[in-house]
């Protein structure tokens, strides 16, 4: 109930997003849409606060889960200068909190692997007993940057999880075109452990990065998860999507996480259609009212900085 609850959520902010880029109103936004549940779920097996959490920049649902509100999203999306995370300077859906101990998130496909990596020695050599996290596109697997970290974590098993969020394309190049192996086949080439899991399954998600944080927490080293999970719009408000067929656009939507869990957990005798539609409208009525809130600030004052650097 709990997963389905912050998927929801994550799902109504993601609509709600993409409108306001419709009307203009909100800039560049990158959709979570197909993978909300594989990032709530891997969330689910972290102490959050304690362990650090470095998302990219699709982890909307991994925002939400840990914290962040929707009036927080709104904030950013709509460039008020109340936004906790950059006061309004940062592209949607780009946080940072040194209280949820969830790092910045950067625009640079692939940059923050390092930075996860250097969270997991600090916390190895102050012996703090904290995980580092770090979720990442199929395209990042592509960057120097990844391979950089993945081997500099094996080598000193360093308590991190690499999560792969795979949804077969980077921007517009397929994942064939990318690599010739699976992602997750890497992680014997470094020495770590690996796998590779149905996104859309959220007990499958939940159970993998529990068993790779607690390897990690206990002095097992790192480990390299894969997720394939479908991307079911464009790369982004500012993606025609013309690279992909009818078909394989309706591919995707078939495989929306969203209706998987909604059906196993109607099938479990756990929510029924109407627990559905109760839940769906109370989520839109409280995101809506975010949405409202954050409307209501002010943008930021034309003198954003310090008096020094006008002089």
């Known amino acids: 109930m709990e997963l389905h609850h912050w998927v929801t959520v994550t799902r109504a902010v993601d609509e709600r997003l993409w409108t306001l880029s419709r009307q203009g109103r909100a800039g560049f936004v990158l959709t979570a849409r197909g993978h909300e549940v594989a990032q709530v779920a891997s969330v689910g097996a972290m102490r959050v606060g304690h362990d650090s959490a470095w998302p990219y920049y699709r982890d909307l649902g991994v925002g939400i889960a840990m914290g962040v509100s929707p009036y927080e ?76 970290a993945m081997n500099f974590a094996a080598v000193h098993r360093l308590p991190v999880v690499f999560i792969c969020e795979n949804n077969g394309l980077a921007i517009s190049v397929p994942a064939e075109l990318q690599a010739a192996a699976p992602i997750a086949a890497r ?38 998860l894969e997720l394939h999970v479908p991307r079911i719009v464009p790369h982004s408000s500012q993606d025609d999507d013309r690279y992909r067929s009818d078909d394989e656009r309706a591919a995707a939507a078939a495989r929306d996480p969203l209706a998987r869990l909604r059906s196993r957990l109607i099938a479990d005798g756990i929510l029924d259609e109407g627990g559905v539609e109760r839940e769906v409208e109370a989520v839109a009525a409280a995101v809506r009212a975010d949405l409202d809130r954050a409307l209501a600030q002010p943008e930021p004052d034309g003198q954003r900085y310090p008096e020094w650097m006008h002089s």
């Open 187 to 224: 992680a014997a080439g470094y020495g770590m452990a690996g796998a590779t899991l149905d996104g859309t399954d959220g007990d499958a998600v939940y159970d993998a990065t529990t068993i790779a944080v607690e390897r990690a927490r206990g002095g097992e080293g790192p480990s390299l």
């Open 73 to 148: 999203v709104f904030l950013g999306a709509l460039r008020r200068g109340s936004d906790p995370h950059s006061g309004g300077r940062q592209l949607t859906a780009h946080f940072s909190s040194r209280e949820l101990r969830l790092g910045s998130i950067s625009s640079e496909v692939g940059a923050h692997l390092p930075h996860a990596a250097g969270a997991a020695y600090a916390s190895t050599v102050l012996g703090d007993d904290s995980v580092a996290l770090c979720w990442f596109g199929d395209g990042a697997a592509s960057e120097g940057a990844a391979h950089e």
